[in-house]
């Protein structure tokens, strides 16, 4: 069984793969769009502050949690808690997995029909309406988006299939730093067009009386989503952990990387959308209306656009792999499977899963409760079963490990600090703020 598991083959492998998980469309598509609709500056503080002090403890919990069981996330709590009903918890997160990566995928597949519009000088001379109606377009067809969808997964599940040292360190190592030069020169080029500074403030200016509670949940759900917690994911990658990687320095690495990108992409999305009169609040197509505008006022816009859409369906795919392999860790772990029939059912299974969620953009416009299927999903997951997660997984490294455990792996010499502003976080502070913010927002 350990050899079906697999390790990482180096250090620098594990954070490039943890940041190739927390890097993706949480960072590029989710995080401009949910500060367009969620207030601007006031929601980016708000995210800010969550990333610090509820992120990087969690990712901490997470990462400890999965070396010291060395299991997936259902096995892992039934190691360390034997004999209870702890295990549900790891049961919960696998379902979120499978319940995100389904439209995660067709997103995904979106931003790969983008790439191959883009390759082809698709939006050359496309006024802004245009942008919006091609976007309404793409997504409205029943075969394009499905098939797009189909091909993302499809890679997948090759990666996945690969094992996690081959496949997964493989990708990260080559994406995570070209990406992050390319949105830079690309911020660069924004922040010179005429209006960009208006969405500039915006974006960096905080209005405390636009704060309620339901900014708080979304910037909660993003920060959970964005950095891959509260669903095995960063659990898993740990499980692959060897004994000498320092947690706490790890983790805080990841957290910032993460949130550079995130910013990042926000000062890039937002004030080209105050540039070209887009509406910041448009929602889930605002990076697909936006990036087409701005490749087509820059010099090589046919090459930048192609290089980004294609970043952004790798970084994608890093995420992705990540979700799929919590799902096929725990067919390995407890049902005994073997990787490559693993693979292949929890694939099958997610793509018939995401097929309400492609069709929800058209003419089926399946809705719940006022919201496309898809968004419904997004919702469900990262202001529901995301927090959820994480605040049992809180309490449960908090109070059920304890300290003496948590100690064993986190506290190393050279970072005594880290512990003792970890644990009572842990412990008190985030079970506080994520079960009054969680609560509050239900009733
Ligand atoms: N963190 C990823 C992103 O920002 C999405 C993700 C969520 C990946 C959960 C794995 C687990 O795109």
Known sequence: MQKERGSWSTGIGFILATTGSAVGLGNIWRFPYIVGTGGGGIFVLVFLFFILVIGVPLMMAELALGRAAKRNPVGAFRVLAPGTSWWVVGLLSILSSLLILSYYSVIAGWSISYLVQTIQGGFAGFTNQEMGEQFAQLTGQVTAPLFYHGLFLFITV???????????????????????????????????????????????????????????????????????????????????????????????????????????????????????????????????????????????????????????????????????????????????????????????????????????????????????????????????TLPLVGLLTVIFAGWFWGPSKAQGELDSAARPLFFQIYFPLIRYVIPLVLGYIFFSSIF
């Open 158 to 384: 090759l990666v996945v299939k690969k094992g996690i040292s081959g496949g997964i360190e493989f990708w990260s190592r080559i994406l995570v730093p070209f990406f992050f030069l390319l949105n830079i020169y690309m911020m660069i080029q924004v922040l010179s067009l005429p209006g960009a500074l208006d969405g500039l403030v915006w974006f960096l200016r905080p209005d405390p009386t636009a704060l309620t509670v339901r900014t708080a949940l979304g910037a909660l759900g993003q920060v959970f989503f964005s950095l891959s917690l509260g669903m095995g994911a960063i659990l898993t990658y740990g499980s692959y952990l060897p004994e000498e990687e320092d947690i706490p320095g790890r983790a805080l690495l990841i957290c910032l990387a993460d949130l550079a990108l995130a910013i990042l992409a926000g000062l890039i999305i937002i004030p080209a959308v105050f540039a070209f009169n887009f509406q910041v609040d448009a929602g889930p197509g605002l990076i697909f209306i936006t990036l087409p505008a701005i490749f087509n006022q820059m010099d090589n816009g046919v090459l930048f656009g192609s290089l980004f859409f294609l970043f952004l369906s790798i970084a994608a795919l890093t995420s992705a792999i990540s979700l799929l392999e919590v799902v096929v860790s725990y067919l390995i772990d407890e049902v005994q499977m073997k990787r490559g029939v693993a693979v292949i059912l929890a694939g099958s299974a997610v793509f018939i899963l995401g097929i309400p969620s492609s069709l929800s953009q058209g003419r089926f416009s399946l809705q719940i409760l006022g919201y496309s299927f898809l968004d419904f999903m997004d919702l469900l997951a990262s202001d529901l």
